[in-house]
């Protein structure tokens, strides 16, 4: 996945921390994309009814 800088607060570290440990993931970054991923994951399939699946696409150079 690309790389975004994201500002957090101790609250919200808190609680990414926690989902974290529920997700068995080794750090913040793999948590902020799994719920990411998750979110995208729900809402596609609430839109067209069925599951999918998300891969990361390369950039290739022209």
């Given amino acids: 996945m690309p ?3 994201i500002t957090i607060n101790d609250e ?5 921390e926690k989902v974290r ?5 080794e750090t913040i970054e793999q948590t902020v994309e799994w719920l990411a991923k ?3 994951r729900r809402q596609s399939k609430q ?3 069925r599951g ?3 891969y990361l696409v390369e950039r290739t150079k022209e």
Avoid: D, N, Y
């Fill in 3 to 5: 790389f975004q800088q």
């Fill in 12 to 16: 919200e570290h808190a609680l990414l």
């Fill in 21 to 25: 440990l529920q997700q068995g993931l």
């Fill in 38 to 40: 998750s979110r995208l």
């Fill in 47 to 49: 839109m067209t009814g």
């Fill in 52 to 54: 999918r699946a998300l």
